[in-house]
């Protein structure tokens, strides 16, 4: 099992930033790649961006520019670093971690931050 507490999120004004945080602890050993996703009101959940266990990095299209994930591989946390917040970037942010066993894919999910964007 693989916990993941997630940290930060909170109000921001348009144009401006906000930073997440997730921790991953417990049983660790093969998490392929970690990430965050988002959930606004009556919509899907949907991919924000994630990274491999190598370091390579992807983003959603809407967020891509202006949203950055890195690691820090010894603390087993990842961040999302989120710049020129727009209103439509408003939902709760899920960290999400994806670990192989026995060739099978497993998702972990943290509690859920959320992210208001407003004036």
């Known amino acids: 099992q693989v916990q993941l507490v997630e940290s930060g999120g909170g109000l921001a004004q348009p144009g401006g930033s906000l930073r997440l945080s997730c921790a991953a602890s417990?049983?660790?050993?093969?998490?392929?790649?970690m990430g965050w996703y988002r959930q606004a009101p009556g919509k899907q959940r949907e991919l924000v961006g994630d990274?491999?266990?190598?370091?390579?990095?992807d983003y959603a299209t809407s967020v891509k520019g202006r949203f950055f994930i890195s690691r820090d591989a010894a603390a087993n946390t990842v961040y999302l670093q989120m710049n020129s917040l727009k209103p439509e970037d408003t939902a709760v942010y899920y960290c999400n971690a994806k670990q192989l066993r026995y060739a099978i894919t497993y998702d972990y999910w943290g509690q859920g931050t959320q992210v208001t964007v407003s004036s």
């Open positions: 990274i491999t266990s190598g370091g390579i990095t």
């Open positions: 417990g049983s660790i050993l093969n998490i392929a790649r």
